[in-house]
């Protein structure tokens, strides 16, 4: 069955003063959870982007990205029937449910997002990110593993979370593992790590690689580029 979850209602709480797409929620400072992706590929992006506020057109690639998302969106809907996330989990008891924009947040840890295509069954979730290509970069994995931790944290926690990459547009999944007591342990650590950037707690720290430097669109106006 494919379900469209509705999520209006969920506390949004407030912009932080400062720093771009961080809210406050609660007390806690809430960050997006695809900056883990840019985190592992370059962390000083972010600062540039939202702490500092520089401003720049999107890619090629991100504008291609953006319309095949929005084209599998709109595919998705006609036959989507909306739903809230507790009906979601009743129905997945049962039968396998498929969602795609599922938002999750978590409070504790500070993040927030939509995973692209969610599979929720009796025995098991499968959370999946769309992505160009077919390599499972760290960064990526990254991303996957706080969308399952905020899942876990916050919707389920007692049932087997299985994390993947599919190259975006396809069928392809290119990369699939279940989600370990190891893999949250590591990706809390990297969450604290984003925590404690926000807080001016840890220093910014840019690539080495003048590869990842050269295929930046920050590279015209970063200080540390090395292309």
């Given at each position: 069955?494919?379900?469209?979850?509705?999520?209006?209602?969920?506390?949004n709480?407030?912009a932080?003063?400062?720093?771009?797409?961080?809210?406050?929620?609660?007390?806690?400072?809430?960050?997006?959870?695809?900056?883990?992706?840019?985190?592992?590929?370059?962390?000083?992006?972010?600062?540039?982007e939202?702490?500092?506020?520089?401003?720049?057109?999107?890619?090629?690639?991100m504008?291609?990205?953006?319309?095949?998302?929005?084209?599998?969106?709109?595919e998705?809907q006609?036959?989507?029937?909306?739903?809230?996330?507790?009906?979601?989990?009743?129905?997945?008891q049962?039968?396998?449910?498929?969602s795609?924009?599922?938002?999750v947040?978590?409070?504790?840890y500070?993040?927030?997002?939509?995973?692209d295509?969610?599979?929720?069954?009796?025995?098991?979730?499968?959370?999946?990110?769309?992505?160009?290509?077919?390599?499972?970069y760290?960064?990526?994995?990254?991303?996957?593993?706080?969308?399952?931790?905020?899942?876990?944290?916050?919707?389920?926690?007692?049932k087997?979370?299985?994390c993947?990459?599919?190259?975006?547009?396809?069928?392809?999944?290119?990369?699939?593992?279940?989600?370990?007591?190891?893999?949250?342990?590591?990706i809390?650590n990297?969450?604290?790590?984003?925590?404690?950037?926000?807080?001016?707690e840890?220093?910014?720290?840019?690539?080495k690689?003048?590869?990842?430097?050269?295929?930046?669109?920050?590279?015209?106006v970063?200080?540390?580029n090395?292309?």
């Open positions: 069955m494919d379900l469209l979850e509705l999520n209006s209602t969920y506390d709480g407030r932080h003063p400062t720093i771009h797409q961080v809210r406050i929620i609660g007390n806690q400072t809430n960050f997006p959870i695809s900056w883990l992706n840019i985190q592992g590929y370059c962390e000083y992006s972010i600062y540039l939202n702490f500092q506020h520089i401003k720049l057109k999107a890619n090629t690639a504008l291609k990205g953006t319309r095949i998302h929005n084209q599998l969106e709109e998705f006609k036959d989507a029937i909306s739903t809230t996330i507790d009906e979601i989990i009743e129905t997945s049962t039968e396998e449910v498929l795609r924009e599922f938002f947040m978590s409070k504790e500070g993040i927030r997002g939509f995973i295509e969610i599979w929720l069954g009796p025995d098991s979730i499968v959370i999946i990110d769309d992505k160009p290509g077919d390599k499972a760290f960064s990526m994995k990254n991303q996957v593993y706080a969308y399952a931790l905020a899942f876990k944290n916050s919707i389920c926690n007692d087997k979370i299985e993947a990459l599919r190259t975006r547009g396809t069928d392809n999944i290119f990369w699939r593992e279940e989600f370990t007591k190891e893999s949250e342990e590591n809390k990297i969450i604290q790590h984003v925590q404690n950037l926000i807080a001016g840890d220093d910014f720290i840019p690539t690689n003048p590869n990842k430097c050269r295929v930046c669109r920050f590279n015209k970063c200080p540390n090395k292309s």
